[in-house]
């Protein structure tokens, strides 16, 4: 009888091998040379308060913490990272279908798109790209004219969404670089997402008489979307990280504040290493926040 | 002479015309002259050995595969390059793959209502009532809330011929069926696919099972290279092929 | 660095072909006067300026805000325009293509009059002058006279794309130069004991001395080069020009500007209002 056959063999434990104890051993060793040097042999003193100060501060006068400077441009880091991304894949989205279209001209514009995007340095284009639409586009929208004219009310929820008035078409010039570029990127993960799925997909579609957008729509884009979920995911903690080439272009995020504050405390290790955490936080937290949603996924149709 | 049985329907509507239909991939012929009319309610049985055009002869019926030459009608519409066409042709032609080609992130029923309400515009009420009557026919009512994943390969074909039905077409393509299916799961598809015909469905289904081609067709093609060699009643071809070619293939296959 | 350097250029180019474009063609005074950026300054109401935190001219103070010579100046400016002062925290690097993408409408940033920016940019007479200083290692240099720095065997750190590198290329040839992207970064070079010395504007070399007694030394009291330090606009604007130049006249003759530069530059009595420390 299947019910009394016994249950399955334990696997045995994992012990520690002699080359575990040796490896790890190592890198303690290592870590702590590393430590002994900076203490002992690095003339530094290390002071953390000037920068913690700079995290947040409390007010001599009522008593309250106050985000400073570094909390302040953390959080433009999350809005450009939050609408860049946003902007990004729907560049994406419309790219990546461009890109695998029967129509050739949209083949060859998405193509020349990512071509020109993936093949420039990131620094270069976001210069480039920054100074011509800010400079020619955005008065032609009468994006300044709209923020300097805006209501109270307006101001203060553009304020809480995007960037301070004052700073709001920059915001939109570097969302929009961060988007464009990282958008060719997320159209090649598109492309290939949707072409890893097997073509019995269309045939089963397209024999119900679907159209080739509903065949997209309602067949391919849903399952190419589990599969782009993992690189996807790792598209939009880069988009974090690379947030900081926008600090060129006087936009007070958190690697632009880090520069003030280094510039103005002069504590430029501790600075770095507080950004860094920070930074960490942030994109760790994305990690785990998109690693649930993938596993979510997965269980929800398999 | 296969006109004998032709002639019996010559009065009825013919459902598919094909005339000298061609394909080629590059060099290669993969169809050639293929002529061959189908009346409403004919039930034709399409064999052949591997290669010999018989897939790609019933995929040029719904356009999966492009034909280069002659002209394919569908219940008086003739497939041109026009998608609108294309698509009308394909909402009144069912078709059954080999490996089902279900949608594994939607449930069974969703499976089946997707088509309907897309396409014809059904309200979801009705086109999940449709569907559940079609499940039903199919034996498979009770799988219908979980996913392909979760079912065997001949319930998932079974869940294919339903998603097909509800498009209520006026023809159905079957395209080795069976071939797919550990052997255990066959007779169940075939069951159905036999009731089908016994209701008078139209249907070209391409297969080796000549137990379930003796038991239903009207008609049976034999294809080898890409050509129709022969076309002819069950009984006549079972008993008497006329070409070498054929006798062979029967050999071969009645032999298993 | 060069690369960054040609792409400053390159960017500068397409900016100005695009830019200027229009401006060569208004070749009426009176159309000048009346796109003139005071006249855009009164009707927005706010004076736009440009500028990068640099000891003590800007500076973040403990609540975030800015403080420093220059803040100061801007603050001047713009109360005597009747107008609001906008500040636009910009890197160094990108502060010129900045202000010829008119992301604000003047740079008042240090910024030392040199020829070649002078080719790109338009400057005021100078507000303030200041000049370089250096700061040496007293475990590698301790001794040497300003003359002994140029030497191959000598490292001299420096930030990266300011005077402070071409004045320590002019003064010490033979000495390499170690750039940075910060002073901050170059100083610690210099208290680590990887370079001998660290130029850099007055007055941080000396504040940063009087910080680490016993560690860091100035080979000399003087300036090593003399600054003008002016506001920078675009071209194809005299009436700006002109008003900004004779705005620094008044306030180097009534006195202000050395007041302010004195009260900046000569202590750090205004430390306990900037986190440093």
Same mark, same amino acid.
């Given at each position: 009888?299947?019910?009394?056959?016994?249950?399955?063999?334990?696997?045995?434990?994992?012990?520690?091998?002699?080359?575990?104890?040796?490896?790890?051993?190592?890198?303690?060793?290592?870590?702590?040379?590393?430590?002994?040097?900076?203490?002992?042999?690095?003339?530094?003193?290390?002071?953390?308060?000037?920068?913690?100060?700079?995290?947040?501060?409390?007010?001599?006068?009522?008593?309250?913490?106050?985000?400073?400077?570094?909390?302040?441009?953390?959080?433009?880091?999350?809005?450009?990272?939050?609408?860049?991304?946003?902007?990004?894949?729907?560049?994406?989205?419309?790219?990546?279908?461009?890109?695998?279209?029967?129509?050739?001209?949209?083949?060859?514009?998405?193509?020349?798109?990512?071509?020109?995007?993936?093949?420039?340095?990131?620094?270069?284009?976001?210069? &480039? /790209?920054?100074?011509? *639409?800010?400079?020619?586009? @955005?008065?032609?929208?009468?994006?300044?004219? $709209? !923020?300097?004219?805006?209501?109270?009310?307006?101001?203060?929820?553009?304020?809480?969404?995007?960037?301070?008035?004052?700073?709001?078409?920059?915001?939109?010039?570097?969302?929009?670089?961060?988007?464009?570029?990282?958008?060719?990127?997320?159209?090649?993960?598109?492309?290939?997402?949707?072409?890893?799925?097997?073509?019995?997909?269309?045939?089963?579609?397209?024999?119900?008489?679907?159209?080739?957008?509903?065949?997209?729509?309602?067949?391919?884009?849903?399952?190419?979307?589990?599969?782009?979920?993992?690189?996807?995911?790792?598209?939009?903690?880069?988009?974090?990280?690379?947030?900081?080439?926008?600090?060129?272009?006087?936009?007070?995020?958190?690697?632009?504040?880090?520069?003030?504050?280094?510039?103005?405390?002069?504590? &430029? /290790?501790?600075?770095? *290493?507080?950004?860094?955490? @920070?930074?960490?936080?942030?994109?760790?937290? $994305? !990690?785990?926040?998109?690693?649930?949603?993938?596993?979510?996924?997965?269980?929800?149709?398999? | 002479?296969?006109?004998?049985?032709?002639?019996?329907?010559?009065?009825?509507?013919?459902?598919?015309?094909?005339?000298?239909?061609?394909?080629?991939?590059?060099?290669?012929?993969?169809?050639?002259?293929?002529?061959?009319?189908?009346?409403?309610?004919?039930?034709?049985?399409?064999?052949?050995?591997?290669?010999?055009?018989?897939?790609?002869?019933?995929?040029?019926?719904?356009?999966?595969?492009?034909?280069?030459?002659?002209?394919?009608?569908?219940?008086?519409?003739?497939?041109?390059?026009?998608?609108?066409?294309?698509?009308?042709?394909?909402?009144?032609?069912?078709?059954?793959?080999?490996?089902?080609?279900?949608?594994?992130?939607?449930?069974?029923?969703?499976?089946?209502?997707?088509?309907?309400?897309?396409?014809?515009?059904?309200?979801?009420?009705?086109?999940?009532?449709?569907?559940?009557?079609?499940?039903?026919?199919?034996?498979?009512?009770?799988?219908?809330?979980?996913?392909?994943?979760?079912?065997?390969?001949?319930?998932?074909?079974?869940?294919?011929?339903?998603?097909?039905?509800?498009?209520?077409?006026?023809?159905?393509?079957?395209?080795?069926?069976?071939?797919?299916?550990?052997?255990?799961?066959?007779?169940?598809?075939?069951?159905?696919?036999?009731?089908?015909?016994?209701?008078?469905?139209?249907?070209?289904?391409?297969?080796?099972?000549?137990?379930?081609?003796?038991?239903?067709?009207?008609?049976?093609?034999?294809?080898?290279?890409?050509?129709?060699?022969?076309?002819?009643?069950?009984?006549?071809?079972?008993?008497?092929?006329?070409?070498?070619?054929?006798?062979?293939?029967?050999?071969?296959?009645?032999?298993? | 660095?060069?690369?960054?350097?040609?792409?400053?250029?390159?960017?500068?180019?397409?900016?100005?072909?695009?830019?200027?474009?229009?401006?060569?063609?208004?070749?009426?005074?009176?159309?000048?006067?009346?796109?003139?950026?005071?006249?855009?300054?009164?009707?927005?109401?706010?004076?736009?300026?440009?500028?990068?935190?640099?000891?003590?001219?800007?500076?973040?103070?403990?609540?975030?805000?800015?403080?420093?010579?220059?803040?100061?100046?801007?603050?001047?400016?713009?109360?005597?325009?009747?107008?609001?002062?906008?500040?636009?925290?910009?890197?160094?690097?990108?502060?010129?293509?900045?202000?010829?993408?008119?992301?604000?409408?003047?740079?008042?940033?240090?910024?030392?009059?040199?020829?070649?920016?002078?080719?790109?940019?338009?400057?005021?007479?100078?507000?303030?002058?200041?000049?370089?200083?250096?700061?040496?290692?007293?475990?590698?240099?301790?001794?040497?006279?300003?003359?002994?720095?140029?030497?191959?065997?000598?490292?001299?750190?420096?930030?990266?794309?300011?005077?402070?590198?071409?004045?320590?290329?002019?003064?010490?040839?033979?000495?390499?130069?170690?750039?940075?992207?910060?002073?901050?970064?170059?100083?610690?070079?210099?208290?680590?004991?990887?370079?001998?010395?660290?130029?850099?504007?007055?007055?941080?070399?000396?504040?940063?001395?009087?910080?680490?007694?016993?560690?860091?030394?100035?080979?000399?009291?003087?300036?090593?080069?003399?600054?003008?330090?002016?506001?920078?606009?675009?071209?194809?604007?005299?009436?700006?020009?002109?008003?900004?130049?004779?705005?620094?006249?008044?306030?180097?003759?009534?006195?202000?500007?050395?007041?302010?530069?004195?009260?900046?530059?000569?202590?750090?009595?205004?430390?306990?209002?900037?986190?440093?420390?």
């Amino acid at each position: 009888m299947a019910h009394d056959r016994p249950p399955p063999p334990l696997k045995p434990k994992r012990r520690w091998q002699k080359i575990d104890v040796v490896i790890i051993g190592l890198a303690f060793v290592a870590i702590a040379y590393v430590v002994y040097r900076v203490e002992h042999v690095l003339v530094y003193k290390w002071e953390w308060q000037p920068v913690l100060d700079f995290v947040a501060y409390k007010n001599p006068d009522t008593g309250e913490w106050v985000a400073n400077l570094l909390i302040q441009g953390l959080l433009m880091t999350l809005r450009l990272a939050f609408w860049g991304t946003i902007a990004a894949a729907a560049i994406g989205l419309v790219m990546g279908l461009c890109r695998i279209s029967q129509n050739l001209f949209l083949r060859a514009t998405a193509r020349i798109y990512v071509e020109l995007i993936r093949n420039i340095p990131p620094i270069v284009f976001i210069f &480039v /790209f920054y100074f011509f *639409i800010s400079s020619q586009i @955005m008065p032609i929208i009468g994006v300044d004219d $709209f !923020a300097r004219n805006a209501s109270p009310e307006t101001a203060s929820i553009i304020g809480f969404l995007f960037s301070p008035m004052d700073l709001f078409s920059n915001f939109l010039a570097g969302v929009i670089c961060l988007a464009m570029f990282e958008g060719a990127y997320i159209t090649e993960i598109v492309r290939a997402g949707v072409q890893s799925i097997e073509k019995g997909q269309w045939e089963g579609a397209r024999a119900i008489g679907l159209s080739r957008l509903n065949v997209m729509r309602d067949v391919i884009l849903p399952q190419a979307i589990r599969k782009i979920l993992p690189p996807l995911a790792g598209q939009f903690i880069t988009l974090v990280k690379d947030s900081a080439i926008v600090s060129l272009i006087s936009i007070q995020e958190l690697t632009f504040s880090a520069t003030e504050v280094a510039a103005t405390t002069t504590r &430029v /290790f501790e600075t770095w *290493i507080v950004v860094g955490a @920070m930074y960490f936080v942030i994109c760790y937290f $994305f !990690a785990v926040l998109f690693g649930r949603l993938e596993k979510r996924l997965s269980q929800d149709r398999r | 002479m296969p006109e004998q049985k032709m002639t019996e329907q010559n009065d009825s509507r013919v459902m598919l015309e094909m005339r000298g239909v061609g394909k080629w991939y590059g060099d290669f012929c993969a169809l050639y002259d293929i002529n061959l009319q189908v009346h409403l309610g004919q039930r034709v049985v399409v064999c052949g050995p591997s290669g010999s055009g018989k897939s790609t002869m019933i995929r040029c019926v719904n356009r999966l595969e492009e034909h280069q030459a002659g002209h394919i009608i569908v219940d008086g519409a003739e497939l041109t390059d026009d998608t609108k066409n294309i698509e009308l042709v394909r909402r009144e032609v069912g078709m059954v793959f080999q490996h089902f080609n279900l949608f594994p992130h939607l449930t069974v029923l969703r499976n089946c209502t997707l088509g309907p309400m897309r396409n014809l515009k059904v309200p979801r009420q009705e086109a999940e009532e449709r569907a559940m009557h079609f499940l039903e026919r199919v034996r498979i009512a009770e799988q219908a809330h979980k996913y392909p994943s979760q079912l065997s390969g001949g319930q998932q074909q079974r869940v294919a011929i339903a998603r097909a039905l509800c498009m209520k077409p006026k023809l159905m393509l079957f395209d080795e069926p069976t071939s797919a299916l550990d052997p255990e799961m066959i007779s169940g598809v075939l069951e159905v696919m036999v009731e089908l015909a016994t209701d008078g469905m139209t249907m070209v289904c391409v297969t080796h099972e000549m137990g379930f081609a003796k038991q239903v067709a009207d008609s049976m093609i034999f294809m080898d290279e890409g050509e129709i060699v022969e076309m002819a009643p069950p009984e006549q071809f079972f008993s008497n092929p006329k070409t070498d070619r054929a006798k062979l293939f029967l050999s071969q296959i009645l032999s298993h | 660095m060069n690369l960054r350097k040609i792409i400053t250029g390159a960017a500068m180019a397409g900016i100005m072909a695009l830019g200027l474009g229009g401006v060569a063609k208004a070749d009426v005074a009176q159309s000048l006067s009346s796109e003139s950026v005071i006249e855009e300054i009164k009707k927005r109401g706010v004076l736009r300026v440009g500028m990068s935190t640099f000891v003590p001219w800007a500076m973040r103070a403990k609540d975030g805000g800015l403080i420093g010579f220059e803040i100061d100046v801007a603050k001047k400016v713009a109360e005597d325009m009747e107008v609001e002062v906008e500040f636009i925290p910009t890197q160094w690097s990108g502060i010129i293509p900045a202000l010829i993408a008119k992301k604000f409408d003047v740079i008042i940033g240090g910024m030392s009059i040199t020829p070649a920016r002078n080719l790109t940019v338009n400057f005021t007479i100078p507000y303030a002058h200041s000049g370089q200083q250096m700061v040496a290692s007293m475990e590698l240099a301790d001794g040497m006279a300003v003359d002994d720095f140029n030497s191959s065997d000598v490292t001299i750190a420096c930030r990266r794309g300011a005077t402070p590198c071409n004045a320590a290329a002019k003064l010490f040839p033979k000495a390499s130069l170690s750039r940075f992207d910060d002073d901050a970064q170059a100083f610690q070079e210099v208290v680590n004991g990887n370079a001998h010395g660290f130029i850099t504007s007055a007055p941080k070399p000396r504040f940063w001395m009087e910080k680490h007694p016993g560690k860091l030394f100035m080979p000399t009291e003087e300036n090593l080069t003399q600054g003008d330090e002016a506001f920078a606009l675009r071209k194809g604007d005299p009436d700006a020009l002109n008003f900004f130049s004779n705005w620094i006249q008044v306030h180097t003759s009534n006195g202000w500007l050395q007041e302010r530069h004195d009260f900046w530059f000569t202590n750090q009595n205004w430390a306990d209002q900037v986190a440093e420390n």
